[in-house]
Nanobody, 115 residues
């Protein structure tokens, strides 16, 4: 299964960005679609995940600012990021779990927030 991410870039603090990730390939079912991020010198951390049925989970640092959504027909997940802070600067990775079993990662997209 291949993932193609888009939407990263440079934005000023307080601004917004929208990331997208489209999955393609041999997909019978998607169980979860999510976003993780990794800043220089730090471990990769959960940003947000959305499960089949629509349940969501967010990292504490982004609650109330970021919104995850998915288009089931297009096997695409979105991350709307508002009120961006300098500390949101990181490489953002898409992750998709599904069947026949796969655990796929995107190539990563850079998000840079200038203070």
């Amino acid at each position: 299964v291949q993932l193609v991410e888009s939407g990263g870039g440079l934005v000023q603090a307080g601004g917004s960005l929208r990331l997208s990730c489209a999955a393609s390939g041999s997909i019978a079912r998607i169980n979860s679609m999510g976003w993780y991020r990794q800043a220089p010198g730090k471990q990769r951390e959960l940003v947000a995940v959305i499960f089949t049925g629509g349940m969501t989970n967010y990292g504490d640092s982004v609650k109330g600012r970021f919104t995850i959504s998915r288009d089931n027909a297009e096997n695409t997940v979105y991350l709307q990021m508002n009120s961006l802070k300098h500390e949101d600067t990181a490489v953002y990775y898409c992750n998709v779990l599904g069947l026949p079993y796969f655990d796929s990662w995107g190539q990563g997209t850079q998000v840079t927030v200038s203070s």
